[in-house]
């Protein structure tokens, strides 16, 4: 079916700006000196949309200039408005009427749908402030957005690092300039010029399930509405929910999709869309598109109907309204099959409550202060539990949980520290309330809703129709009034009703527990699925510890078998064997690969790796944690910006490390570690000049990686080899990292390559090298920024009893400290069996001092390409070099 407007056929906009350029151009021209001067002195103070010309452009032009001046930066149809309007406040009431008919008798009926446009943008904010003014409740209940809404933080370096990692150069760097509030002034500055002055059309806004980004794209939709967001740059904003509209049926356009959210469906689309550099669309969710089929054309006009699927997709990929403003949402677990269909996104990561944030939400949600303090206070002293709830919607289900165990008086510590955990507590505790005389058919209404969540998130499916409810007989029952939310939608003959779960990863965990309710359980179709079963997959996982396997058996009368955990284990090992790299072993002196400024194309995501972490922290099961990472021997994070979080799983399963486990963190930037605030006295103490300023003076502040550093100094730590590669470490890591080496029950071997050290930190980090308790045995440095550090190295060679293998390639090795490195070498306290000195430039002094030093020490292997017959390494040699 053919838009409203489509019969009217309106010229194109080359011809409008040639027409409208003669008009003005004539009127000008009509118009003596003294008109023509009260004319632009009154253009001063003309605005449309909060624009005006700056007076600067305007002084001195003559008809010609002026008139292309007003149709270049009004576009031709305002340029005609603003221009009677003007001549109209400067007495000159004639020649506005004049134009005005000369204007009718050029562009004839057609213009007024055109001139209908300025008129048709308020109409239409008019319609997005009513529709979205009001936003449901979780319990269904209706708010309105500007209270339901919470500010959260916002860092816009988030999703994508550039190709030198983001490390933490300025580890007490304060709060606001690392992350923002999601305020007007910080959704403004989304799309604000770079270091370069160019304007990103596409901003990509990541974050967890949960966090907020739907209620974050909606306040910014709203905010426009209201004129607080991109003043004079966007004369319309729509909203896409991508899974939505992948479910709807037929073939569309995009035109379509913009009519469906006009005030009565009347719109004149197609001068709306001929200036797309002034359109924002809103695509929440756009790492629900599928990849575009090989043999599928992109669309490109706006009016071409095809599957939402193309048409999403040519939004994304800017082959259809190209100059248009693109607002993203998408999970953060796997970003770069989203990223590469985009072009230059500028990515934003959601970071979700700050430690603060979570404090204000605990006494908004309870109101009663003592019940907040009470709940707030069990939840800080988790710490694990604390940090989980750093996402929105896992802080309103640990409010809900604690809250009932509060008024029926139940012991606060059932509350576990797991996404899974919390999820299994929260519908526990939700049927509980129920009569007991009901749980036998609850138990059963239970499983068919899983049932129905599980087609749903196989099938790429958010919302359900009542048919699918009637066909489980779920419609009326008590879990659906409790887990379901009811849609209703406006049709051409009726009503149509949809449903959907409280929250998209509410039907994931429901997904996840099917596999276990179900007796029929079909593994392989979720470990092998997709990227959008990523959660799906953690919260099995995590169903599986011991303690959710009692309480599912418990409440839901179920028995999950031990075989489900051998596919799992056997699933594991999969991963691990076809995960790995397929490029050749890195041997002594060839690391092309750290050293490129490009990095070499992988086969799998980088960080793959994490998100199989994921997976195992949410089990909670040490023994089958070190089982399964027997399958993952070497762990490789790549160009992974690690969150609190991250660090917290990825500290859990380093301490579960089997015996031999390597782990690898390349260009991974490090977020800052929260510095904790002073007490008042404390403060004025300190500026006194009192001991406690000099005492934290002597107490080195924490790093982002101390909870790996004490995680790899557990007993039960099989962690032996860590290699920390373009990571650029700041000096208090240096410090942990060196109170770890004399603990760590496993670690031999050490990699520090490229991190930028400073003088002072390296120095730090080796004295831990030198304890009689280190156990490494393997160090390979490269530091070729840094003078001095070679002569700190070396002066552990004397100490260290377990160090034997040394590799110091790309390092700078003047004269004077391969003299000092000979002499340690020949010292009788130095235990060094292999050194290896590959890509260092050498003096023929030098070389002769190392010559000597193989001549009297046989036992010593020394690598050199220029050192005469020194022995080629062996394989194992190179290895672990």
């Excluded at 003559?62 to 309007?85: N, S, W």
């Excluded at 779960?501 to 699925?529: I, N, P, T, V, W």
């Excluded at 799998?604 to 089982?627: G, H, I, K, M, S």
């Excluded at 404390?682 to 406690?692: C, E, I, V």
Aim: charged share 25%.
């Amino acid at each position: 079916m053919d838009p409203p407007e489509a019969c009217c056929s309106p010229p194109s906009v080359e011809f409008l700006v040639a027409v409208a350029r003669d008009l003005l151009q004539a009127t000008f021209e009509d118009l003596n000196q003294e008109q023509l001067k009260r004319f632009r002195h009154k253009l001063r103070d003309a605005t449309l949309d909060g624009r005006n010309i700056p007076w600067g452009r305007l002084d001195g032009l003559d008809a010609m200039d002026l008139a292309a001046q007003l149709t270049h930066f009004y576009g031709p149809e305002p340029a005609l408005d603003v221009t009677r309007k003007t001549l109209k406040r400067a007495d000159m009431l004639d020649v506005a009427a004049r134009l005005k008919e000369q204007q009718l008798q050029r562009l004839g009926p057609s213009s007024s749908t055109l001139r209908s446009i300025s008129e048709y943008k308020k109409k239409y904010r008019d319609h997005v402030l009513q529709q979205h003014a009001k936003v449901k409740e979780r319990n269904a209940r209706s708010v309105k957005i500007n209270k339901r809404f919470t500010k959260l933080l916002i860092a816009r370096e988030g999703a994508a690092l550039p190709d030198e990692a983001l490390g933490c150069t300025k580890e007490l760097e304060p709060e606001p300039q690392r992350a923002r509030r999601s305020d007007t002034h910080t959704f403004n500055r989304l799309f604000g010029r770079d270091e370069e002055g160019q304007r990103p059309l596409t901003v990509v806004l990541q974050g967890p399930a949960g966090i907020g980004k739907t209620m974050a794209a909606k306040k910014i939709l709203y905010d426009w509405a209201a004129g607080k967001l991109y003043h004079g740059q966007v004369d319309f904003a729509f909203f896409l929910p991508c899974r939505e509209l992948l479910e709807r049926p037929g073939a569309c356009s995009l035109a379509d999709l913009v009519l469906d959210q006009c005030p009565q469906r009347k719109a004149p689309l197609k001068p709306m869309l001929a200036r797309p550099e002034r359109l924002l669309f809103i695509l929440d969710g756009a790492d629900d598109l599928p990849p575009l089929a090989p043999h599928a054309a992109p669309c490109t006009d706006p009016f071409q109907a095809a599957d939402a699927a193309r048409v999403l997709g040519g939004l994304l990929g800017k082959t259809l309204l190209p100059a248009a403003r693109l607002l993203v949402t998408a999970r953060t677990t796997a970003p770069g099959r989203l990223l590469d269909r985009l072009c230059s996104p500028q990515c934003a990561e959601v970071c979700g409550f700050s430690d603060k944030d979570k404090k204000k939400y605990f006494h908004k949600f309870f109101r009663d202060e003592r019940l907040a303090e009470r709940a707030y206070r069990f939840v800080k002293e988790n710490e694990t539990l604390f940090a989980l709830c750093f996402v929105p919607f896992v802080c309103w289900i640990v409010c809900t949980v604690l809250r009932q165990q509060l008024e029926l008086g139940q012991d606060l510590s059932r509350t576990s520290k797991t996404t899974t955990s919390v999820y299994l507590l929260f519908i526990i505790s939700v049927l509980s309330s129920a009569p007991a005389a009901d749980a036998p058919r609850m138990r059963a209404e239970l499983r068919k809703l899983c049932r129905l969540a599980r087609e749903g998130t196989l099938g790429h499916r958010a919302q359900f129709a009542e048919k699918d409810l009637e066909r489980l007989e779920l419609r009326g029952s008590k879990v659906q009034t409790l887990f379901l939310s009811k849609k209703e939608l406006p049709g051409v003959l009726q009503t149509d009703v949809t449903y959907q779960f409280m929250d998209q990863s509410f039907q994931e965990f429901f997904s996840a527990l099917s596999y276990l309710l179900e007796e029929e359980r079909d593994l392989r179709a979720l470990l092998q699925g997709e990227s959008h079963l990523t959660l799906t997959t953690r919260f099995l996982f995590g169903l599986l510890n011991p303690d959710r396997v009692s309480d599912m058996q418990r409440h839901f009368g179920v028995a999950v078998p031990e075989r489900v955990k051998q596919d799992v284990l056997l699933w594991m090992q999969e991963q691990g064997q076809g995960r790995r790299r397929a490029a050749p072993e890195k041997t002594a002196g060839t690391d092309a690969a750290e050293d490129a400024e490009e990095p070499e194309e992988e086969e799998c995501e980088p960080n793959y790796p994490l998100e199989l972490l994921y997976c195992l922290y949410e089990t909670q099961e040490d023994a089958f944690v070190r089982q399964a990472l027997r399958c993952l021997p070497e762990l490789e994070l790549e160009r992974v910006r690690l969150s609190r979080m991250d660090l917290v799983i990825l500290s859990y399963c380093v301490r579960c490390c089997p015996p031999g486990q390597a782990l690898r963190l390349v260009s991974c930037g490090l977020a800052p570690a929260q510095k904790k605030k002073k007490s008042l006295m404390k403060r004025l103490h300190s500026s006194l000049g009192g001991s406690s300023s000099q005492a934290s003076k002597r107490k080195p502040q924490p790093s982002p990686l101390r909870p790996l550093f004490e995680a790899m100094t557990d007993e039960h730590c099989g962690l032996n080899s860590l290699t920390l590669c373009r990571c650029k470490l700041p000096d208090s890591v240096c410090h942990d990292l060196s109170e770890a080496l004399r603990e760590a029950p496993a670690l031999t071997e050490l990699g520090l390559l490229h991190n930028q050290l400073s003088e002072a930190g390296l120095r730090v980090l080796l004295e831990g090298l030198a304890w009689p308790q280190c156990r490494v045995q393997k160090l390979r440095v490269q530091q070729p920024s840094l003078q001095e550090a070679p002569q700190y190295i070396i002066s552990i060679l004397r100490q260290s009893v377990a160090l034997s293998t040394l590799d110091l390639g790309d390092c700078q090795l003047p004269g004077p400290v391969v003299t000092s490195l000979c002499a340690a070498l020949q010292h009788p306290g130095c235990r060094l069996q292999t050194l290896s000195l590959t890509s260092v430039e050498l003096s023929k002094e030098s070389l002769k001092e190392l010559q000597a030093v193989k001549t009297a020490k046989p036992g010593l292997v020394i690598i050199h390409p220029a050192l005469d017959s020194h022995p080629k390494p062996s394989k194992g040699l190179s290895d672990a070099l």
